[in-house]
Structure formats: structure tokens, C-alpha cells
T-cell receptor, first 112, second 111 residues
Framework: GENVEQHPSTLSVQEGDSAVIKCTYS??????FPWYKQELGKGPQLIID?????GEKKDQRIAVTLNKTAKHFSLHITETQPEDSAVYFC???????????FGAGTRLFVKA | NAGVTQTPKFRVLKTGQSMTLLCAQD?????MYWYRQDPGMGLRLIHY???????AKGEVPDGYNVSRLKKQNFLLGLESAAPSQTSVYFC??????????FGSGTRLTVV
């Protein structure tokens, strides 16, 4: 079955710096790759996603890149702010996304 | 719109007790899921449903049962709680754009 590995498990950056979180997946048939942000005491929230027919997608300060050949995808956050501090999960799914496998999560700390 | 609502938010059970977690969504989504979240292990799928009246096992189904009698509700049951089921439980639903909408979670402690 699908397996998603996520690195690093913890990331600390200075406010204004960039943060990069990387994930790899095992099933080459996966075609949908969402990223979720989980703030303390809340459920995960979808922040950006990318499909297998696209190499890169941007939404203001966040971007996601996908390399299908290498089977890895990354989340890039630029100009980080303290409110970006949270746990971020990558995920991969196939067959329309109805069964999604999550990475173990990255705890991001943005120091003011 | 409330989105996905989970009840209760917190619960403490004694070993061997039973309980039902309720998930309700108002987005008319077909697919619904129950995940558990444990430190360092991310989100693991317990059971899921692809429509009213259907359920299927996920990655960690043992010790849990589910029902989807109405499209908007997905119930997760623990028949005989064990300390290993101490966790945070999240319900989610999926719309046509494939992204999940999660509830705010239920923190369950089994003593």
C-alpha cells in the first residue's frame, strides 16, 4: 500500500525566513497531494494541494512542488510569520482521493 | 455553515466501558472518515464510508465499529475501551475537490 514519509519532524526558523518541508511517497499511481496545517487544539485544515498533472502551485506565501519521477513533493513557506507556527501534514492519495495516506507531520516553530 | 461537527470534545472512560463518537457534516459530502492521531504517528485511518449505508475498514480498525445510517452522520463506536485507544479522534468528510474537511477532534482518555 501507499506509504508517505515526511521530513523534518521538527523545524525552527526565524521570522521572515523560508521553511521547506519534504515528503516522499511510494505508490506511483498516487495523483493527488494535499497539505494540511494543524494548529494547537484544532483539526487539520487544507492549505494547498497539487495534482499529478501539475509541477508547481503557488498561493500567496505558500507553494508546493511535485516531482513525479522521484516521487517526492515539497511545501515552501516564504516570509514566515509567527502565525505559521503549527504542525503541517503532507498526504498522498489515488483513485480520486477517497483514501488518503498522511505523513507523520512536521512541527514548525517560527521565532519572532 | 458548521462544516464537520464532532461530539463530545473530551471524554474519560474506564477500561471496558463503551461509547459512541458522533460526527455530523452539513456539506452533503458522500465520503466520510474516522482517523486517530497519536504523537509521532500522524493520522491513521480507522474506518471510512463512501456513502450512506456503506462502511469499510481502514488501517487500524480493530476495536472499533462504525455506522452510516444517514448521509450526514458517521458514528464511531468503542464496544470495550482499552488504554491503547487513548488518542485524539478526528472525523473528516471529502467533497468533489478531493480535499478533506476535518472536525475539531475528540480527546479520549481510557484509564
Amino acid at each position: 500500500g501507499e506509504n508517505v514519509e515526511q521530513h523534518p519532524s521538527t523545524l525552527s526558523v526565524q521570522e521572515g525566513d523560508s521553511a521547506v518541508i519534504k515528503c516522499t511517497y511510494s505508490d506511483s499511481a498516487s495523483n493527488y497531494f494535499p497539505w494540511y496545517k494543524q494548529e494547537l487544539g484544532k483539526g487539520p485544515q487544507l492549505i494547498i494541494d497539487i495534482r499529478s498533472n501539475v509541477g508547481e502551485k503557488k498561493d500567496q506565501r505558500i507553494a508546493v512542488t511535485l516531482n513525479k519521477t522521484a516521487k517526492h513533493f515539497s511545501l515552501h513557506i516564504t516570509e514566515t510569520q509567527p502565525e505559521d507556527s503549527a504542525v503541517y501534514f503532507c498526504a498522498a492519495s489515488l483513485g480520486g482521493g477517497f483514501k488518503t495516506i498522511f505523513g507523520a507531520g512536521t512541527r514548525l516553530f517560527v521565532k519572532a | 455553515n458548521a462544516g464537520v461537527t464532532q461530539t463530545p470534545k473530551f471524554r474519560v472512560l474506564k477500561t471496558g466501558q463503551s461509547m459512541t463518537l458522533l460526527c455530523a457534516q452539513d456539506m452533503n459530502h458522500e465520503y466520510m472518515y474516522w482517523y486517530r492521531q497519536d504523537p509521532g504517528m500522524g493520522l491513521r485511518l480507522i474506518h471510512y464510508s463512501v456513502g450512506e449505508g456503506t462502511t469499510a475498514k481502514g488501517e487500524v480498525p480493530d476495536g472499533y465499529n462504525v455506522s452510516r445510517l444517514k448521509k450526514q452522520n458517521f458514528l464511531l463506536g468503542l464496544e470495550s475501551a482499552a488504554p491503547s485507544q487513548t488518542s485524539v479522534y478526528f472525523c473528516a468528510s471529502m467533497g468533489q475537490n478531493y480535499g478533506y474537511t476535518f472536525g475539531s477532534g475528540t480527546r479520549l482518555t481510557v484509564v
